[in-house]
């Protein structure tokens, strides 16, 4: 009895030595594991699209009775294939009956999900597979968000990003007259951090950003959406030398344009058609610009408060300067691209019927 | 008095269209469990039949469900109403107008007509009590105009029922 029992303890041993931090031990003896099994994508998180956290529960008979097998959390998983993952885990516990398997069990999962390891289903705003085939036999790409594994038809969740996008603009507007800089903080906040619209877990708008720079909307945009100018920005904007400043530019462009002269990103290869979009943890560049860009702006109101987690504030001055040709440039895209803005404007908030007085 | 008022008259979307097509085929292949689609050619209104969870209070009775869709749906909330006769439930007025967060404030995209159905019988089937709510006399006074339930500011407070 007692000889046993060792060897079941040796062998919860080495179910920790193979899956190390990924293995919790609830309880020694008789074994209750919660082990967290990925797919085998060599480590790299953006090739995963499913894992699992099994529990794996024995009582003093095991391995004479085979282990309780369940699933305590997990990713990317439907019902189905939640389903299939247990059923045939069981299977193989009966088949290795009286051996000892706790190792034998979590390769097993492993397998599965190395197996499972692509998105299924629908997107959930459009409600068309996800893996759509066109005429052309290439596929819409999608993204999926890291805290969840949901995925979504990269086209179908920007548009989505862009509605709530202008609802905060809107409810801006109409409560402008207190907004403090506390509240602006507070609606910051709320601008960088999302729920999923399927599980409402939250996410970071960085988990998005990338996509937008990819979906063939200019960088400059999302974050064109956000910008709030007070009225001096707007009358400076507005006035008659910025006016004649801008046509002159225009005018050059266009010169250059015609001239071929203009190196220009050549937006309709950005995203081709099945390209796969890793969801990569690190910001892109134009991310972490647009979230610079961001913090700067909100500056004119609350100069103290938002410099806190940007660490390149010490060239703030030439960074102004920067700002403000990039929002020329702006202002230039806005022109080049009209196909942007109605695709914008699209979704605002229409009023509602309002009652009879 | 019967709420009639839609949200919006402004013609469906080209994507709010396709989403409602999809989800209608999804409807036929596998309706929710408890309900009918009353077939008409108005993509935009749509009159759902529910009949009462066996076990609840209110088994074997039929109520009928309104849900009209905004322009922008799914980004913004269908208006769901149960028509007249509106069952006897603390979250729901003798207007039909339904007392429930996912119609408002919590409303996401990734819901259809389906898990709204779904969840308004999970909210029949758990009442113990078949009443109306405290406020019902004053809450469809304001609403005479056949105003729209969108426009109420809800208080969700009872997550029991």
């Not at chain 1, 967290?36 to 998180?45: G, K, L, M």
């Not at chain 1, 907004?179 to 602006?184: D, E, F, L, V």
């Given at each position: 009895m007692a000889a046993e029992e060792q060897e079941v303890r040796m062998e919860v041993e080495a179910v920790q030595a193979v899956y190390g931090d990924d293995c919790e031990i609830i309880h020694d003896f008789p074994p209750h594991l919660h082990v967290h099994i990925t797919p085998?994508?060599?480590?790299?998180s953006s090739q995963q699209f499913v894992e699992a956290i099994l529990g794996i529960l024995c009582d003093a008979q095991y391995p004479q009775k085979p282990p309780h097998v369940h699933i305590v959390d997990s990713k990317g998983l439907d019902e189905n294939r939640e389903k299939h993952l247990i059923t045939t885990i069981e299977n193989k516990a009966k088949e290795l009956?009286?051996?000892?398997m706790l190792v034998a069990l979590c390769e097993e999962a492993v397998e599965l999900l190395s197996d499972m390891n692509h998105p299924e289903g629908?997107?959930?705003?459009?409600?068309?597979?996800?893996?759509v085939e066109d005429q052309s036999g290439t596929f819409a790409p999608f993204m999926k968000l890291m805290s969840c594994y949901h995925c979504f038809h990269s086209e179908c969740i920007i548009r989505w990003w862009k509605w709530l996008q202008n609802e905060i603009i809107d409810s801006k507007q109409c409560d402008s007259t207190i907004s403090t800089s506390a509240g602006n903080q507070r609606e910051m906040e709320q601008q960088q951090q999302q729920n999923c619209?399927?599980?409402?877990k939250l996410f970071d708008a960085k988990d998005i950003e990338h996509i937008l720079d990819y979906a063939?909307?200019?960088?400059s945009q999302p974050t064109d959406v956000i910008v709030e100018m007070d009225g001096d920005e707007r009358k400076f904007l507005e006035c008659e030398s910025e006016n004649n400043r801008r046509q002159q530019f225009e005018s050059l462009l266009k010169l250059q344009q015609e001239n071929s002269g203009l190196i220009e990103?050549?937006?309709?290869?950005?995203?081709?058609?099945g390209m796969y979009l890793p969801t990569t943890v690190m910001p892109t560049l134009a991310a972490i610009d647009a979230a610079d860009e961001q913090h700067l702006d909100s500056g004119s109101t609350a100069p103290e408060a938002?410099?806190?987690?940007?660490?390149?504030?010490?060239?703030t001055t030439s960074k102004h300067r920067d700002m403000n040709t990039r929002r020329k440039n702006r202002n230039h895209s806005s022109r080049r691209q009209p196909n942007v803005y109605p695709n914008r404007t699209q979704w605002i908030k229409k009023e509602a019927v309002s009652s009879d007085p | 008095m019967t709420s009639t008022s839609s949200p919006s008259r402004k013609a469906l979307s080209k994507i709010a269209c396709n989403r409602l097509q999809k989800e209608l085929v999804e409807w036929q292949v596998s309706p929710p469990a408890g309900f009918k689609h009353k077939v008409t050619?108005?993509?935009q209104r749509w009159v759902v039949e529910v009949v009462g969870a066996p076990g609840?209070?209110?088994?074997?009775e039929t109520y009928q469900l309104q849900v009209d869709f905004p322009e922008h749906y799914p980004m913004e909330a269908p208006q769901v109403i149960f028509l007249?006769?509106?069952?006897?439930?603390?979250?729901?007025?003798?207007?039909?107008h339904i007392c429930l967060d996912i119609l408002y404030?919590?409303?996401?995209?990734?819901?259809t007509v389906s898990s709204v159905c779904i969840s308004i019988l999970s909210m029949l089937s758990s009442s113990t009590v078949k009443q109306r709510p405290a406020d019902n006399d004053r809450y469809v006074k304001n609403c005479?105009?056949?105003?729209?339930?969108?426009?109420t500011r809800w208080w969700f407070h009872d997550d029991k029922v």
């Amino acid at each position: 009895m007692a000889a046993e029992e060792q060897e079941v303890r040796m062998e919860v041993e080495a179910v920790q030595a193979v899956y190390g931090d990924d293995c919790e031990i609830i309880h020694d003896f008789p074994p209750h594991l919660h082990v967290h099994i990925t797919p085998r994508t060599a480590d790299d998180s953006s090739q995963q699209f499913v894992e699992a956290i099994l529990g794996i529960l024995c009582d003093a008979q095991y391995p004479q009775k085979p282990p309780h097998v369940h699933i305590v959390d997990s990713k990317g998983l439907d019902e189905n294939r939640e389903k299939h993952l247990i059923t045939t885990i069981e299977n193989k516990a009966k088949e290795l009956s009286s051996c000892l398997m706790l190792v034998a069990l979590c390769e097993e999962a492993v397998e599965l999900l190395s197996d499972m390891n692509h998105p299924e289903g629908n997107c959930p705003f459009c409600l068309y597979p996800l893996l759509v085939e066109d005429q052309s036999g290439t596929f819409a790409p999608f993204m999926k968000l890291m805290s969840c594994y949901h995925c979504f038809h990269s086209e179908c969740i920007i548009r989505w990003w862009k509605w709530l996008q202008n609802e905060i603009i809107d409810s801006k507007q109409c409560d402008s007259t207190i907004s403090t800089s506390a509240g602006n903080q507070r609606e910051m906040e709320q601008q960088q951090q999302q729920n999923c619209p399927v599980c409402r877990k939250l996410f970071d708008a960085k988990d998005i950003e990338h996509i937008l720079d990819y979906a063939g909307t200019n960088s400059s945009q999302p974050t064109d959406v956000i910008v709030e100018m007070d009225g001096d920005e707007r009358k400076f904007l507005e006035c008659e030398s910025e006016n004649n400043r801008r046509q002159q530019f225009e005018s050059l462009l266009k010169l250059q344009q015609e001239n071929s002269g203009l190196i220009e990103p050549r937006k309709e290869i950005v995203v081709v058609p099945g390209m796969y979009l890793p969801t990569t943890v690190m910001p892109t560049l134009a991310a972490i610009d647009a979230a610079d860009e961001q913090h700067l702006d909100s500056g004119s109101t609350a100069p103290e408060a938002v410099d806190l987690n940007i660490p390149s504030n010490k060239a703030t001055t030439s960074k102004h300067r920067d700002m403000n040709t990039r929002r020329k440039n702006r202002n230039h895209s806005s022109r080049r691209q009209p196909n942007v803005y109605p695709n914008r404007t699209q979704w605002i908030k229409k009023e509602a019927v309002s009652s009879d007085p | 008095m019967t709420s009639t008022s839609s949200p919006s008259r402004k013609a469906l979307s080209k994507i709010a269209c396709n989403r409602l097509q999809k989800e209608l085929v999804e409807w036929q292949v596998s309706p929710p469990a408890g309900f009918k689609h009353k077939v008409t050619d108005n993509l935009q209104r749509w009159v759902v039949e529910v009949v009462g969870a066996p076990g609840t209070l209110y088994a074997s009775e039929t109520y009928q469900l309104q849900v009209d869709f905004p322009e922008h749906y799914p980004m913004e909330a269908p208006q769901v109403i149960f028509l007249h006769p509106a069952p006897l439930h603390p979250h729901i007025y003798s207007n039909g107008h339904i007392c429930l967060d996912i119609l408002y404030d919590s409303w996401s995209p990734a819901m259809t007509v389906s898990s709204v159905c779904i969840s308004i019988l999970s909210m029949l089937s758990s009442s113990t009590v078949k009443q109306r709510p405290a406020d019902n006399d004053r809450y469809v006074k304001n609403c005479r105009n056949g105003r729209s339930p969108k426009e109420t500011r809800w208080w969700f407070h009872d997550d029991k029922v």
